[in-house]
């Protein structure tokens, strides 16, 4: 769940406003596109749903932590919430896919046993049953994607989010992506995805934020259409 | 944190030195070589104030005593001697010993007429610090019986002007090379860990704690600089005896080096001291940059 109220981001550094007075609300359980041209302001909102920056002003509430005044140390605990899906996969080169996965219910302190149980499960829902022994370079991207998406479901987030998951892959593999998250968000998982591939999003029938300049210039189900990008 | 996680995160640490083989091979040659150098500074920097030391034990103090005093009187002055602060050994050489000294230096010739009688009873004095002679002197003078002494305050002074130039010399070349040394070392893990913060980024993004990162990195530098810290003490160890070797040979009868065995055990400790630390910390502040997301 995110609750934002008149969020203002600047960076100092450069003096750039990315977001300026946003409000919007993502509930439990609903699918999310989040659009808008380069530069828009979708990966400073990611950001900060994040945590890996700070607004100026406003309110952002993710999952019941009150992400402006959080103390560092916590971070950890609102993004073991979350599960974190990038272009570039971000998976780790000299661990397998097992290995990738497992990792991140390591870090949570999870059990042996426990991680011998969902680990298997999980690759098993994403369709990569039988490859857990392969390494990342061994992987189509659509298979290393399917891997980062197994690592983000793992620790049962509450909610997904997806920075432009599909940016690396051909049509018919982000179809099939696009459809996993359906199926994920089936389960109850909250799904955010940040993207700016017009037919993919026109394919769903979901919920669809625009973004731009730093402002939300529409919010609506019915597709990218409502909000032309030039 | 539990038990088979800590288990897990020392498993990673150790791993880690494996598959990062060529950065762990650079970090221990490093924590190697700056430490044998700073050793090789620290032994020289010993056997030079050993050399010194030997030279001023050398320089003895001469305590005459008054001609009128029998042998026995004067042996009977032994204890007030001895009583003074700052004296390291006394003996006791009597008119017929230093007679039988004298005429080992001199022709035989020239003794003709002479006998034992002409010389006095005296003691000859070592003593602890020879900066603190002069007051000594003073002190042996006031004894009773004790007619004249003789000291070499100038070469004492001499001597401590050459001890204090070293030790200040040693000392501030030592506390650089423990600073280029610790710049080097660090520098060195921060290259080998820079490779990895992608790694570490991805650890924030699934929700790994600052501590959980950290260990993993904090085990790799202490087996590093264990490893460069035992290796260094031994090659250190093997260079010295080496050297020594070669050079009691070549002189032999002037000079006593300090053996490495005396000298082993704080070696080993220092070096150990300082590679741990440097490991550890080396570890925690190379990773300190990426932890802050």
Not at chain 2, 28 to 39: D, S
Not at chain 2, 77 to 98: H, M, Y
Not at chain 2, 244 to 266: D, E, H
Not at chain 2, 270 to 277: D, N, T
């Amino acid at each position: 769940m995110v609750e934002m109220k008149n969020v203002t981001m600047v960076y100092e550094s450069s003096r750039t406003e990315a977001l300026d007075n946003v409000s919007l609300s993502i509930k439990e359980g609903e699918f999310v596109f989040l659009v808008g041209p380069s530069g828009s302001g979708k990966t400073t909102l990611m950001k900060l749903i994040t945590g890996e920056i700070r607004a100026k002003s406003g309110q952002i509430i993710v999952n019941d932590f009150d992400m402006r005044h959080i103390k560092r140390r916590k971070l950890p605990k609102v993004r073991r919430t979350l599960g974190v899906i990038f272009q570039d996969y971000r998976l780790i080169e000299n661990m397998n896919v097992y290995d990738n996965v497992a990792f991140a219910m390591r870090v949570v302190g999870a059990r042996r046993k426990e991680i011998r149980e969902r680990v298997p499960y999980v690759l098993d829902l994403v369709g990569l049953e039988g490859r857990e022994k392969r390494m990342p370079n061994e992987l189509s991207g659509g298979e290393q994607q399917r891997v980062a998406i197994a690592r983000a479901l793992v620790n049962n987030p509450r909610m997904i989010v997806a920075d432009e998951p599909t940016g690396n892959l051909d049509p018919v593999r982000s179809l099939e992506l696009m459809l996993l998250f359906e199926k994920i968000n089936d389960m109850g998982t909250t799904i955010l995805v940040v993207t700016h591939e017009k037919e993919l999003v026109n394919a769903f029938s979901k919920r669809v934020i625009a973004i731009d300049n730093g402002h939300v210039v529409s919010d609506g189900k019915g597709g990218y259409f409502d909000y032309e990008i030039e | 944190m539990r038990l088979n996680r800590s288990g897990y995160l020392i498993r990673e640490g150790f791993r880690s030195i494996g598959t990062h083989g060529f950065m762990s091979f650079a970090t221990v040659t490093i924590i190697m070589a700056c430490l044998i150098i700073m050793g090789s500074v620290t032994l020289l920097s010993l056997n030079i104030d050993k050399v010194i030391k030997d030279l001023e034990n050398q320089n003895e103090v001469v305590a005459f005593i008054d001609e009128t005093y029998t042998e026995d009187s004067a042996r009977a002055l032994q204890g007030s001697i001895e009583t003074i602060d700052n004296i390291a050994t006394v003996e006791f050489v009597s008119r017929s010993q230093a007679f039988d000294a004298f005429m080992e230096n001199y022709d035989s010739n020239l003794s003709e007429g002479l006998d034992a009688n002409v010389l006095r009873d005296r003691y000859v004095i070592h003593l602890t610090d020879i900066a603190r002679m002069s007051e000594t002197k003073t002190a042996l003078e006031g004894i009773e019986g004790v007619d004249k002494v003789k000291a070499h305050l100038d070469y004492a002074k001499t001597f401590i002007t050459v001890r204090n130039v070293v030790s200040v010399v040693s000392l501030a070349l030592i506390v650089i090379l423990v600073f280029v040394s610790v710049f080097i070392m660090s520098n060195t893990i921060k290259l080998a860990t820079f490779g990895r913060r992608e790694e570490i980024a991805i650890m924030k993004m699934v929700g790994a704690s600052n501590g959980f990162i950290r260990l993993p990195f904090v085990v790799e530098g202490l087996v590093l600089g264990i490893l460069g810290g035992g290796l260094g003490f031994l090659a250190e160890w093997g260079v010295y005896e080496l050297l020594t070797r070669k050079l009691v040979g070549s002189i032999a009868g002037i000079f006593t080096v300090v053996p490495f065995a005396q000298i082993a055990l704080p070696m080993l400790i220092a070096y150990m001291g300082i590679s741990v630390l440097i490991g550890a910390f080396g570890g925690v502040n190379a990773i300190r940059n990426y932890l802050e997301v």
